[in-house]
């Protein structure tokens, strides 16, 4: 699932196979289908832990004391200054209209929750959901310029 997230983060779905992700891993092409029958499968399975990864990492930094806007700003900013790639949902979700059912719900799940998470920590819903946007507008931005330190000019007014 690594090697499929690495994948998916670095070419999107289009841009990976079965038989990269073995190569990737060292076994044959038959040992990832037999865990995951299709690829619609593995890219839900993905999503899904990625969501669950991220939720956590933002109630680790809820837990230390960072308000839910921070919280959100600094796990993003996790994750673009450690891989440098998109956020696997925000980048899955560029091409939902051409994601199977399976894999488009994993992603929808990941947004409906941070917009749940922060409407429940006290933010309107149409902050949420700005709050949502800025972030990964401002990773694509930093991604699409190669420039890491766009990420925290676009989301500064969010501090």
């Known amino acids: 699932m690594d090697a499929a ?3 998916i983060r670095r ?3 289009s841009g990976f196979s079965f038989r990269e992700i073995a190569a990737d891993v060292g ?3 038959a040992s990832v289908h037999y865990h995951f029958p299709t690829k619609e499968k593995l890219a839900a399975a993905v999503a ?4 669950d990864r991220f939720l956590e990492a933002v109630d680790h ?3 230390g004391g960072e308000d839910i806007v921070e919280a959100w700003r600094q796990v993003f900013r996790v994750a673009l200054q450690r891989d440098g790639r998109m956020c696997l949902c925000g980048a899955l979700g560029a091409t939902s209209q051409d994601l199977s059912r399976e894999v488009r719900d ?3 799940r990941f947004f409906l929750l941070g917009i749940d998470k922060l409407t429940m920590a006290g933010l309107a819903r149409n902050s949420a ?3 949502l946007a800025a972030l990964e507008g401002a990773m694509l931005t930093a991604n699409v310029l190669e420039d890491p330190s766009l ?3 676009g989301t500064a007014a969010l501090a």
Not at 48 to 51: A, D, G, K, M, S
Request: glycine share 4%; no cysteine; net charge positive.
């Open 27 to 29: 076994v044959k092409s």
């Open 129 to 131: 959901l700005h709050v």
């Open 106 to 108: 994993e992603v929808k």
């Open 61 to 63: 930094q809820l837990a």
């Open 5 to 7: 997230e690495e994948r």
């Open 151 to 153: 990420f925290d000019k």
């Open 48 to 51: 899904r832990r990625y969501t």
């Open 11 to 13: 070419t999107g779905y």
